[in-house]
């Protein structure tokens, strides 16, 4: 007769220690994720009270698609399940981390809100802006012939684009941007994290003073969008809704810039390759932007809770265990990706996970997709011979949240300013999104961004 | 050749448009594909729509 406890060891028999937050993970992660390919797609960990992980490509498309028996509800308050969100493990401050941490119908209201604003349509009208604040960025260092491509471009920008979209004002990006990057690499044992809490503090406080302003007054962005939503009947609280503001702050800063920054360095190391984009960046930027989106995978996986007993992938769940979706490991999945571990920036069939899956699918895919493309191709034209100082470059100690970078500093030969610095381009900018009502949704504002001086 | 996207599949992930622009178009407002091309795909898109149904990170796009 077997025992729940034989079942139990039946279940769990492909067991991998998995740690994703240790830096020997990010230092081995491509033997870690070949081994765990080749023997266990699907694995039983003992780490963070135990959880699942699935690194297969087949298995994580079959699980994250299988959103009737998967929540990502994180239940702050414990009033419904207690689930515990996309964070394993859960971390020490309990926070809802907008509709990612929520399940249909709620998660599907909130997304409906922001769709108008995110859509392929509705992005690549700002794409004249990204434009201005790319040129302004390499303005700053062009005639120095020295960059940090982190810290002057790819950091800037998303953050500004992100904050004209929510209706903030454009001059506050700093306060939110090193608030947001060093909030996701500052480890929480270092003595440096006290000024981070400080500086997420005051970011919080401007965000919700942003948003009372807006209720009071309305202006045109997403914000104004989510303080006038009914989401499933309620108008939801205000802190629900920092939450989703934190969100869409986090998904819009940290990842786009850890993108940027790892494909600028692997472009500086293949100059044949980089100069093969530049001359054939027609048919080969959009490929080798997935290429890099898959090999670099910025966010690397998500966690979620089995929301009922199941079986799926040949493996059999239970209701309230504990589950890691590996994006980044799925990427390299040699039965869908051949010569996983290589960059090939013309790759075909490209079903890559970098984006999540299914419902959850990244809301900001297409911001992201669009600023990283300008970013490339302005550092391709003005700085062709960019060479990135390995000795001053610095990666994230783990990527276990995000794989990114803190700085990549980079010469090259010195060029001409092209018109203004990055301040006098973010009032020009602002004037610009004020006088044209550039946040507006889709649904209201078609035509795309006009410069003008 | 004939290409459909199943709309309960489809997320929005754009891949399918941005390699076949004459064969998909997106939904302005959430970006989720449906196909422009109503019968046989004329034969020299025919290698695009077949690119776009291989990189659909759902598996969204079938061909009949």
Known sequence: ???????????????????????EYRENFQEIT??????CPVAWSDTYGGHWVAAGHDEVFALARSSEYLSNDHDVNNVRKGYKGITIPTPESEFQGGFLEMDPPEQRHYRQVLNPYLSPAAVARWTPVVDELVRACLNECIETGRIDFVDDLANVVPAVLTLAMLGVPLKNWSLYCEAVHASVYTRHDSPEIAKVREDQMKMFQDMYGQMMEIKATPRPGMIDALVKAEINGKTPPDLELIGVLALVIGGGFDTTTALTAHSLEWLSENPVERERLSRERATLLDPATEEFLRFFTPAPGDGRTISADCEIAGTQFKEGERLWLSWAMSNRDPSVF?????????????????????????????????????????????????????????HYETIGVIQGMKHLPATFTPGPRIGDGLDETIARMQVICDEQRLAEPVTVRKTSAKITE | MKVHVDPERCQGHTLCAMIAPDVFQLDEIDGHSTVIIDGEVPADLEAKAAEAVRSCPEQAISIS
């Not at chain 1, 007769?1 to 830096?23: I, L, V």
């Open chain 1, 1 to 23: 007769m077997s025992t729940d406890a034989d079942t139990d060891a039946e279940r769990k028999k492909n067991q991998y220690h998995f740690d994703r937050h240790t830096p």
């Open chain 1, 338 to 394: 051949p010569n996983p571990n290589e960059v090939d920036l013309a790759r075909t069939g490209n079903r890559h996970h970098s984006f999540g899956l299914g419902i959850h699918r990244c809301i900001g895919s297409n911001v992201a997709r669009m600023v990283f493309k300008r970013m490339l191709t302005d550092v391709l034209d003005r700085m062709p011979d960019f060479v990135c100082d390995p000795a001053g470059a610095v």
């Open chain 1, 34 to 39: 070949t081994e765990m390919l080749e023997k």
